[in-house]
Nanobody, 115 residues
Framework: QVQLVESGGGLVQAGGSLNLSCVAS????????MGWYRQAPGKQRERVAS???????NFVDRVNGRFTISRDDAKSTVYLQMNSLKPEDTAVYYC?????????WGQGTQVTVSS
């Protein structure tokens, strides 16, 4: 089982930035598809961004151009740089790892954007 630990959430004003990190356990991080998801109160969890082992990246449209996802395989870490944050970005952000038919989730980190 891969364990994921997120950090970097917090309270920020609209227009501000945050950089989330997710550190993974295990020895095969470089082969995982890593993703960031978020869940706002009363809403379903949605995928925000993902990055494959060969650095193919996908974003949900409403964060494209504002968020950047990257990974450092040597540190078993995936990052989500969030710029120009909006109140509607407020949510718990979760890190996800996929390998084969398996998936693992982190505990989540709260991001709150005030207007």
């Amino acid at each position: 089982q891969v364990q994921l630990v997120e950090s970097g959430g917090g309270l920020v004003q609209a227009g501000g930035s945050l950089n989330l990190s997710c550190v993974a356990s295990g020895k095969s991080f470089s082969s995982y598809i890593m993703g960031w998801y978020r869940q706002a109160p009363g809403k379903q969890r949605e995928r925000v961004a993902s990055i494959t082992s060969d650095r193919q990246i996908n974003f949900v449209d409403r964060v494209n151009g504002r968020f950047t996802i990257s990974r450092d395989d040597a540190k078993s870490t995936v990052y989500l740089q969030m710029n120009s944050l909006k109140p509607e970005d407020t949510a718990v952000y979760y890190c996800n790892a996929k390998w084969g038919s398996y998936s693992s989730w982190g505990q989540g980190t709260q991001v709150t954007v005030s207007s």
